[in-house]
């Protein structure tokens, strides 16, 4: 994983949010918004979840687990990113456009 891509991340083992320095130029509503995302996703099903850009600028999200966590829900995760990407479907557009404008623009 590239650390510069990571957008943000939550654990449910440190009761951690983390967004990347690097998008720190994001409004802090939208910040705030993947925060609540981001929590409630780990909250609900544990592990840690990941947002990151792929080299083409998609946002990618994903959880993973610790190999002895008999609490992490694996399937609720697929489910609770299927329904983020439901329900915040103009948010994450917004989020591939920006870093297609911002970040991808600069690289080549």
Known sequence: ???SQVLCA???YEQKFYLN???SSLPGAIQDELKIICVTLTSDVGGVF???FEEDGTLYMSTT???NDFFYD???SYLKIKQIRQQ???LL???EEYYRAFFLETQE
Do not use: N, Q
């Open 10 to 12: 939550c654990s449910a």
């Open 93 to 95: 557009e917004g989020l």
């Open 88 to 90: 915040h479907e103009e």
């Open 21 to 23: 320095p690097k998008y």
């Open 65 to 67: 687990a610790k190999e």
């Open 1 to 3: 994983m590239d650390e």
């Open 50 to 52: 990941t947002m990151e």
């Open 74 to 76: 694996e399937i609720g």
